[in-house]
């Protein structure tokens, strides 16, 4: 019977102190879990210092490993960094794995086409009899303010969504880059992937496809949550702003199980029936209905015609860097407007201007 398993290197996260500080925070929880002190500022200076494609970055691969190797001295982290690319998927995973399983060092991660740095500080798979691995999904820590801290993704939106390759400068382009060491033959390590994908007809709850999903991966005594003090909201249907398709918000209590030990939110397609990705942090997850974010605009638009318009919508923004933070469209004396997570409200979807 396979075992489900988990090769980690917990980080504790940092929230990164600039919109494009994600690589220095990241660089920083790194630096953290080798028992080192870095500012994020002494962090980024490092990684300009170490740039090979300064304009097309705000902090690039090759800038983020010289910097673990420059920083602190004497250097604690106990191999050389180097930044490793490929355009093959199971590269990446393997090289993921590889990292923390036999360097036993967190990694930093690329994703999103080379827009955001996070740090990957645990992937779970399953252990076969004839030593064989299927990779199950990975946990994340997020640098970017107001985002869960700590996310797990199952391994095929990981892949789909998150792990794309790079559209930013020449060097890295086209290809998927994490940060580990100058290894490159893996060839020792066998694995596949698995899905969190639930067959069976018939219309099932988002709560359901979660339980069921996550199930699947291992992850036991997950149920809906009760009332009298757990976060109660939703089931929230979010629309993707890019496509169009549709993912449902639903909240789970996992207080005893093992790996979460609290309650979660759960990103799920309920017409494919599969789980998008979990947050362990549901203080960070605000979802503004009508009434609220009528209040929420009443006292700074107070005489102006504003109209909450209907919806939840997501779209990667520097200001909305997962599928937990919500927009709110409006109108403002007949003008669309977004609100934002953080409050903040503008006429248009702020856009990346550099990688990294």
Not at 94 to 110: E, M
Not at 170 to 193: A, C, E, F, P, Y
Request: hydrophobic share 40%.
């Amino acid at each position: 019977m396979d075992q489900y398993r988990e090769a980690t290197a917990p980080v504790t996260r940092v929230e990164q102190s600039t919109d494009y500080y994600c690589g220095a925070a990241s660089s920083v929880m790194v630096f953290s879990y080798f028992k080192d002190t870095v500012l994020q500022s002494d962090a980024y200076g490092s990684i300009r210092e170490h740039m090979k494609e300064p304009n097309d970055w705000y902090s690039d691969p090759a800038g983020i490993s010289g910097c673990l190797n420059a920083l602190p001295s004497p250097k604690s982290i106990p191999f050389r960094v180097d930044p490793f690319a490929s355009g093959t998927l199971s590269d990446i995973v393997n090289k993921i794995f590889y990292t923390l399983y036999y360097l036993k060092a967190p990694c930093v991660s690329l994703v999103y086409g080379g827009l955001h740095w996070v740090v990957v500080d645990g992937i779970r798979y399953t252990e076969g009899t004839s030593a064989s691995r299927t990779f199950l999904g990975v946990y994340i820590t997020d640098p970017y303010n107001g985002e869960p801290m700590r996310r797990y993704i199952p391994i095929d939106p990981f892949q789909s969504a998150y792990m794309l390759p790079d559209t930013f400068g020449t060097l890295w382009r086209q290809k998927m880059v994490v940060i580990s060491d100058d290894t490159t033959n893996l060839g020792n390590l066998t694995s596949g992937s698995s899905a969190a994908v639930f067959g069976g007809g018939g219309v099932r709850s988002p709560e359901s496809i979660a339980i069921d999903g996550l199930l699947l991966q291992g992850f036991k005594g997950l149920t809906p949550v009760l009332g009298g003090g757990g976060p109660k909201i939703g089931p929230v249907e979010v629309t993707s702003m890019s496509d169009g398709t549709k993912f449902t918000l639903t909240f789970l209590d996992a207080r005893v199980n093992s790996e979460f030990g609290n309650f979660i939110c759960v990103a799920v397609d309920v017409a494919r029936g599969s789980v998008l990705e979990v947050a362990s942090d549901v203080s960070a997850i605000h979802v503004l209905d009508d009434n609220a974010a009528q209040r929420l605009l009443w006292d700074r638009f107070h005489g102006r015609a504003v109209v909450v318009l209907p919806g939840q919508f997501w779209q990667l923004t520097p200001k909305t860097r997962s599928r937990f933070s919500l927009i709110r469209k409006l109108r403002i004396d007949g003008v669309q407007h977004y609100l934002f997570p953080d409050g903040e409200v503008m006429e248009y979807l702020p856009t990346f201007m550099k990688g990294g």
